[in-house]
């Protein structure tokens, strides 16, 4: 039984290698499940391209990296007033850089003898961490006696991100500050550009995941292996929850459940009365097994006869198509960021004999 990734190895390291061109600062970020890769080979073609720095979401993320990945590794997660004294220099001398995003977490740090190398977030229209412009004035102050790599700006994916980290450097330069880098957060290679030429001499350092790793979906192929199939008659009960199938046709059980993030939702963007109607009839119709799956045979999306399972799922074929062998695999619409895959398979292309890189 396997939920597989396959990828096409020369597709996606062309697409690689173009965003490492164009983005000359690049800092590859391997966090949570490495989008869907796993952090190891991620930090493999890291060192691939040459970054001599990548980022991670939290500190236990570290070691994974590390084994791939000899140079710097940031951790984006700040740190709270309750770790700072724990953050000592041998984090410092293992080329860790932690995250700073408290005024009073900044000065724990300046007291320590040897203090961790440190990047200080600043807040953004994200509002998800930092230090806001009204204290810039004290953060130039307590930053006068604490050696730093730079500012973080974490900027949201839409709206105006580059009049934002204009307007961030401007108030530093008001604060009198000029730190050595900017690290930045979604932006795209035009607007990298605009902001590199203003920032002089800051450099612009760009922290990339979701552009890099998922740029080019197309080199990606998620697949299900069909296990097992029956012959169903409607309203005939299946599944744990013995929902009754409403039509007949094969009943098909594919590995990929919810150990793998198949049929695991996300929360919706639209928060109007229209769209909670449609979560409701969603839910509605995803605990009662009548939702379509992420799952396709022969171009049709297939729904589920039951609820996902933990490693398989139970899909029902209707009877007007001829089911798939045993053995067979089936292509999976996943979201990378919530997937775990038993297996990561390296192609000359799709069509190819790929190479297995992990096996879970």
Known sequence: MSFRLTVDAERWRAHLDAVRAEVPELVPVVKGNGYGFGPELL???????????????????????????????LVMEPLRPDEAVAATAREADAGVIRTVARLD??????????????????????HRHGIGPDQFEALSRALAVVPYEGVALHLPLRGPRLAAARETLDRLRTAGLRPPALWVSHLDGAELRTLAAEAGPVRVRPRVGTGLWLGDRGALRATGTVL??????????????????GTSGTLLVVSGGTSHGV?????????????RSRDLLGGLAHGSGAT???????GRRLRFADVPHMQASMLLLPRDVE?????????????????AFDEVLLSAGLGARAQPVTAG
């Open 228 to 245: 097992d199939a029956h012959p169903v008659w409607r309203r005939d009960a299946v599944g744990y929850r013995q929902r009754r199938a």
């Open 263 to 275: 049929g695991l939702r996300s929360p919706a963007s639209g928060r109007g009365l229209a769209a």
């Open 43 to 73: 930090a493999r073609e890291a060192r691939r391209l040459g970054a001599g720095t990548v980022a991670v979401g939290v500190r236990s993320e570290v070691p994974a990296v590390r084994a791939s990945h000899a140079g710097d590794i």
């Open 292 to 298: 379509p799956s992420p799952f396709r045979w022969q």
């Open 105 to 126: 977490v900044l000065r724990q740090v300046a007291a320590l003898g040897r203090p961790p190398r440190i990047v200080v977030e600043l807040d953004s229209p994200v």
């Open 323 to 339: 089911p798939p062998a045993i053995g067979t695999t089936l292509e999976c619409d996943v979201r990378m960021t919530v997937t």
